[in-house]
């Protein structure tokens, strides 16, 4: 692990603690720390159900995964150049209204915005899907490329045809 990434994660559980006032385990585990977390924690669930139903290969249901201190780890596991591709994205896609939704609505939306992005928002967004792809596994690297890639041109076709993405039971 890099100095940065080490500190970065230092800096995020750090903040989670002050955040939730010190409250246990369970709480802190419980609560992204930041609006970049959230979109992560968001990406996460919707690759988790979208377009099937994924698994972990770690044991346990995959929504036991969906915690701060997952994506803490995955932030960890990235290098410096994708971590900032990624905080770009997910700053993006806060801006344009998407933190908060249900996994539906979140896919709609970004398959329009990936369907619209030019070269380097894509390269932004697929760093962004690689920690939301590495927090529901470890096994999965944050710097991955080609799963998110296919993950985010899934979306981007569906947009271009005028096609929805469709979660049966979207959380």
Do not use: K, Y
Not at 32 to 53: G, K, M, R, S
Not at 68 to 88: D, G, I, K, L, M
Not at 156 to 163: L, P, Q, T
Request: hydrophobic residues 50%.
């Amino acid at each position: 692990m890099s100095r940065r990434a080490f500190l970065t994660a230092g800096a995020r559980a750090g903040a989670a603690t002050v955040a939730l006032g010190g409250v246990g385990a369970a709480a802190a585990a419980a609560a992204p720390t930041n609006d970049v977390d959230a979109i992560v924690l968001q990406l996460a669930a919707a690759a988790a159900v979208w377009p099937f139903e994924a698994e972990t290969g770690e044991g346990g249901p995959i929504e036991a995964r969906l915690t701060a201190p997952h994506v803490v780890a995955a932030w960890a596991r990235c290098s410096s150049v994708r971590t900032a591709q990624a905080e770009r994205a997910a700053q993006r896609l806060t801006d344009a209204g998407l933190g908060g939704l249900g996994t539906q609505s979140l896919l709609v939306r970004l398959s329009t915005i990936v369907g619209e992005a030019d070269a380097g928002q894509l390269d932004d967004l697929n760093a962004l899907v690689g920690v939301a792809a590495a927090t529901l596994a470890d096994a999965i690297d944050p710097d991955g490329e080609i799963g998110p890639g296919i993950w985010l041109g899934t979306l981007a076709i569906m947009h271009e045809n005028g096609d929805r993405p469709v979660v049966e039971a979207a959380p």
